[in-house]
C-alpha cells in the first residue's frame, strides 16, 4: 500500500512560508537537492494545493533547458515531468501534462490512490496538508527544518489541531545547517 509522506520545509519557529509567500529562505543546496531527488525518485506521486502546483510548474517543466543548470536541477525537473500529479483545487480547471485536477480531499479517494501499486506519495502544501492531516491520511512527515527564525508568514501546523502521536524514525544534517526530521504516524 502507497503511503502518503507530507514533505516540506519549515523555519525554525514553525513556518512554512514567510510573510507574502515568502521562501527564499529556504537554504536548498547541491547536497539536500541530492538527497531530495533521491528521496522523490521512489515516490509515484506528487500530491500539491494548487499554490504549490502553480509555484513548481511555473519553474520545473523547462529548468533542464539552461544550459548552465546544476545537474541537480536536471534531474529534478526530470523527476517533476515524469511524476504524476494530482492537483486539490477549486478554482483551477486544467493543470499541465501529467497532471489531474481534484476538488476535494475525499479521503476514501486518496484511499483508493493509496491501494495502486508503485512507491509512495509526496504531499506538499501546508493547506493541503492541513486537510489530509484532518482527515487523518498522513503516515509521514519529512520535514527539513531550515535554521532561520521568520517571525511571522504562514505557520505550517495551524492553531486548535488535534495532537497526533508520531515516532522519530531518521535525522540527518545536512552541510548548510538544515535538519531533516522524518516521523511516521503508527498505525
Given at each position: 500500500?502507497?503511503?502518503?509522506?507530507?514533505?516540506?520545509?519549515?523555519?525554525?519557529?514553525?513556518?512554512?512560508?514567510?510573510p507574502?509567500?515568502?521562501?527564499s529562505?529556504?537554504?536548498?543546496?547541491?547536497?539536500?537537492?541530492?538527497?531530495?531527488?533521491?528521496?522523490?525518485?521512489?515516490?509515484?506521486?506528487?500530491?500539491?494545493?494548487?499554490?504549490?502546483?502553480?509555484?513548481?510548474?511555473?519553474?520545473?517543466?523547462?529548468?533542464?533547458?539552461?544550459?548552465d543548470?546544476a545537474?541537480?536541477?536536471?534531474?529534478?525537473?526530470?523527476?517533476?515531468?515524469?511524476?504524476?500529479?494530482?492537483?486539490?483545487?477549486?478554482?483551477?480547471?486544467?493543470?499541465?501534462?501529467?497532471?489531474?485536477?481534484?476538488?476535494?480531499?475525499?479521503?476514501?479517494?486518496?484511499?483508493?490512490?493509496?491501494?495502486?501499486?508503485?512507491?509512495?506519495?509526496?504531499?506538499?502544501?501546508?493547506?493541503?496538508?492541513?486537510?489530509?492531516?484532518?482527515?487523518?491520511?498522513?503516515?509521514?512527515?519529512?520535514?527539513?527544518?531550515?535554521?532561520?527564525?521568520l517571525?511571522?508568514?504562514?505557520?505550517?501546523?495551524?492553531?486548535?489541531?488535534?495532537?497526533?502521536?508520531l515516532?522519530?524514525?531518521?535525522?540527518?544534517?545536512?552541510?548548510n545547517?538544515?535538519?531533516?526530521?522524518?516521523?511516521?504516524?503508527?498505525?
Amino acid at each position: 500500500m502507497r503511503r502518503v509522506v507530507a514533505q516540506m520545509g519549515v523555519s525554525l519557529d514553525g513556518y512554512f512560508e514567510g510573510p507574502d509567500g515568502d521562501i527564499s529562505w529556504h537554504r536548498v543546496d547541491e547536497e539536500m537537492l541530492t538527497h531530495i531527488n533521491q528521496e522523490l525518485a521512489a515516490m509515484s506521486a506528487f500530491l500539491f494545493g494548487r499554490v504549490t502546483y502553480e509555484q513548481m510548474e511555473a519553474f520545473w517543466p523547462t529548468a533542464d533547458q539552461d544550459p548552465d543548470s546544476a545537474p541537480t536541477t536536471v534531474e529534478f525537473a526530470g523527476i517533476w515531468r515524469t511524476m504524476p500529479k494530482v492537483v486539490y483545487s477549486r478554482t483551477l480547471a486544467t493543470a499541465g501534462d501529467n497532471a489531474t485536477v481534484v476538488p476535494d480531499v475525499v479521503p476514501d479517494e486518496v484511499r483508493a490512490l493509496q491501494a495502486q501499486p508503485g512507491g509512495d506519495m509526496v504531499l506538499g502544501g501546508a493547506a493541503l496538508g492541513a486537510a489530509f492531516r484532518r482527515h487523518d491520511l498522513i503516515d509521514e512527515y519529512r520535514l527539513y527544518v531550515n535554521p532561520v527564525l521568520l517571525g511571522r508568514g504562514h505557520l505550517l501546523f495551524g492553531p486548535g489541531e488535534t495532537p497526533t502521536d508520531l515516532r522519530l524514525v531518521e535525522t540527518r544534517t545536512f552541510g548548510n545547517g538544515v535538519v531533516l526530521l522524518r516521523h511516521e504516524r503508527p498505525r
